[in-house]
């Protein structure tokens, strides 16, 4: 299978330096863009590609008025073009690659590009097929619950995309049965899953930011947080095992919105320095619109970047303190 081959072709000394690469898969509004651009910045932009798979798609916004099926469905996207670039970059190679603005739902002028030592890929569907799957180091799919991706798709597209709020919600309902076919289906070709929710606690109180659940499924090696969770530290996070929609046993890392900065410090100096990476945690981590901080963002994205990180220092990329420069 060629899917086999790619990974063979990446695990064998390379010509050229082979990028890491990282999928965020998730539905349109789940949060892909902020959680990418916080790991992003955390590399730094000249070690660190990110590429929006969504600009893969075949019809501007006009023509897809007219059609049967919306941008969520894999005839309304270029999907053999953007598994033939995932392999030209997961092997190290440029590609010419097109680019859809959101804004104005029209495509701009295609653009040169070449993988930096790290990729991160995020879009609506990254996870799609089993080549663009092979193509990747680390795979994750965001997952939070329909009523809070729905406020912020609203939110969003009425603030940046000039839609009105009827439009958005009318759009969500026509997607809907693409979304569960094509798009959240991916979730189960995941190694990570996040899921930024309300924690439900009836104590909670009114304006508490979003808590984070991370699902660190057995399919990639994760960093031992089992004896950094003590007990001064469970009223604000835990690690315990859940059974997956598919009944499997998962390690489930749970942070609660109301943790302070305080309180996942020492987590986050934990993994950091799980992968022997000099310095502090990179600044800007868990970044959020209107310049404020989510700590559960801050937590998910420090996981990420282990699993970065570990690849880096496995496959003897410079060293990691030099990798995030601290």
Request: proline share 7%; glycine share 8%.
């Amino acid at each position: 299978m060629i899917e086999k081959i790619v990974k063979m072709s990446r695990s064998q000394s390379p010509a050229r330096p082979q990028p890491i690469m990282l999928a965020i898969a998730g539905d349109s509004a789940s949060g892909k863009t902020t959680l990418a651009r916080g790991l992003t910045d955390a590399i730094g932009q000249d070690r660190c590609l990110s590429l929006c798979a969504d600009d893969y798609h075949r019809y501007d916004r006009a023509e897809r008025a007219g059609l049967p099926f919306t941008a969520l469905h894999p005839d309304c996207n270029y999907l053999d073009i953007l598994e033939q670039h995932l392999q030209l970059l997961a092997l190290g190679r440029p590609v010419l690659k097109p680019v859809y603005d959101h804004a104005t739902g029209t495509f701009s002028r295609s653009v040169y590009v070449e993988p930096r030592e790290f990729v991160v890929v995020e879009g609506l569907h990254p996870l799609q097929t089993k080549l663009m799957r092979a193509c990747f180091d680390a795979t994750v799919f965001l997952d939070p619950p329909q009523e809070v991706r729905h406020g912020w798709k609203v939110a969003r597209d009425t603030g940046e995309r000039g839609y009105t709020a009827d439009q958005v919600l009318a759009e969500l309902a026509l997607r809907e049965q693409e979304s569960a076919a094509y798009t959240r289906s991916q979730r189960r070709h995941a190694d990570i899953v996040v899921r930024f929710a309300p924690a439900g606690h009836h104590d909670e109180p009114p304006g508490t930011p979003l808590s984070a659940e991370v699902l660190l499924r057995p399919t990639i090696q994760h960093a031992d947080l089992t004896a950094t969770l003590t007990d001064d530290l469970r009223a604000a996070m835990h690690l315990r095992i859940v059974r997956d929609v598919d009944g499997t046993p998962t390690d489930c890392l749970h942070v609660h919105g109301y943790s302070s900065a305080e309180e996942t410090t020492q987590l986050e100096q934990v993994i950091w320095g799980a992968v022997g990476a000099v310095g502090p945690p990179p600044a800007g981590l868990g970044a959020i619109t209107g310049g404020d901080r989510s700590e559960p963002l801050a937590i998910a994205q420090l996981v990420l970047l282990f699993h970065l990180l570990q690849v880096s220092r496995g496959e003897a990329h410079e060293p990691l303190g030099q990798v995030v420069g601290v």
